[in-house]
């Protein structure tokens, strides 16, 4: 297994998992090609786009909020994990809301969103905007430091 190490949102290097369970460090740099999918950590996107205020309703996002967005399925153990720490940092920080949706039920805005397993986590500015995407389970501090952007003075 390969993933990229992430420090404040920040690709730092590769690793890999070793025969014994450990990981170790695999390259410095992070190789082109390598995409926010890839990460379980919090990452920029490609193309920052509004999304249909029809499909954020249907997914009941408010309008005017940053929005934590968790899809998340039943027997997904570290789904139960990113609703945690985003509970915690939603109730850290009043201005963000947390919404998890239930993959499953939402096939048509999972392929909208190009949403391949999960947990995956969008984090929308007030505008409707996907400003950042985890896969994974992030830490507290990442997506503090992701929505510190996103909030105001």
């Not at 005017?64 to 940092?89: D, I, N």
């Not at 997506?143 to 510190?148: E, H, Q, T, Y």
Request: charged share 25%.
């Amino acid at each position: 297994m390969v993933g990229v190490v992430l420090v404040a949102g920040s690709a730092v290097g590769l690793w890999r998992r070793r025969t014994d369970g450990r990981l170790r460090v695999a390259q410095s740099t992070v190789p082109p090609g390598v995409t926010a999918e890839q990460t379980d950590g919090v990452s920029e996107p490609a193309e920052i786009d509004k999304l249909d205020p029809a499909l954020l309703e249907r997914l009941g996002v408010e309008p005017g909020r940053v929005t934590l967005l968790q899809f998340s399925t039943a027997f997904c153990a570290p789904c139960r994990a990113v609703r945690r720490v985003s509970g915690e940092v939603a109730a850290l920080l009043p201005e963000i809301r947390h919404v998890e949706v239930d993959a499953e039920s939402h096939l048509d805005e999972v392929r909208a969103l190009d949403i391949w397993r999960t947990p995956t986590l969008l984090i929308l500015d007030a505008d409707g905007r996907v400003t950042r995407r985890a896969t994974g389970v992030p830490t507290k501090p990442h997506l503090i430091a992701a929505l510190a952007a996103l909030l105001p003075a």
